[in-house]
């Protein structure tokens, strides 16, 4: 029974985090807003499963690089407040890691969506 209540307990944090995430960070609620509109397209052009795996892999990459994002800039300033170049450097770095994930995420999207709002528009025929 122990171990069910440690595992509901881990979840319980991990939700708290991602709520914290949103909450506290701007370009998570960015990445919110474009995850809903990611999903509505997805059903509205009714995606095939190929299609779904790839935008939920690209939406998963870009959340878990937000959220590592944020863990090392909490970490850092807790760490050390005042300003210190490697930290800096840190920070960058972690922010670099979040705009490669959101740039595949996007390219991702062209190539998922492209085609679809192509057609939509009424460019291809």
Known sequence: MTKYINRFTSFKHAFRGIG????????????????????FGGIYFMLTR??????????????????????VECLADATIPEQNTCVGRAKDVAAGGVLLAAIAAALVGVLVFGPYLIRLIGLGH
């Open 20 to 39: 914290f995430l949103v909450k506290s960070q701007i370009n998570a609620r960015i990445h919110f807003g474009a995850t809903l509109a990611v999903v």
């Open 50 to 71: 190929a299609e779904w795996t790839a935008v939920i892999l690209a939406m998963g990459l870009v959340w878990a690089a937000e959220a590592l994002n944020t863990a």
